[in-house]
C-alpha cells in the first residue's frame, strides 16, 4: 500500500512539475519541527522497544 501511494505521488509530481516546490517546501517544514521528528523517532523504534522489553520479562 505504500508502495502504491509513493507511486502516485511521483508520478503526479512529474506530471505537474510546479507542485514539486510546494511539496518540497511542506516537507521541509515539517521535518524542521522537534516534536514531528520525535514522534516520527518514537514510531519507527516502538516495535524494537517492544520487543526488548518482553525480553527483559522472560
Known amino acids: 500500500m505504500m508502495r502504491l501511494a509513493f507511486g502516485a505521488l511521483l508520478g503526479f ?4 512539475p510546479s507542485l514539486l516546490s510546494g511539496v518540497l517546501a511542506v516537507a521541509t517544514a515539517v521535518a524542521s519541527q522537534p516534536v514531528v521528528l520525535a514522534v516520527a523517532a518514537g514510531v519507527i523504534a516502538w516495535p524494537r522497544i517492544t520487543r526488548r522489553i518482553r525480553g527483559w520479562a522472560r
Open 13 to 16: 509530481l512529474v506530471a505537474y
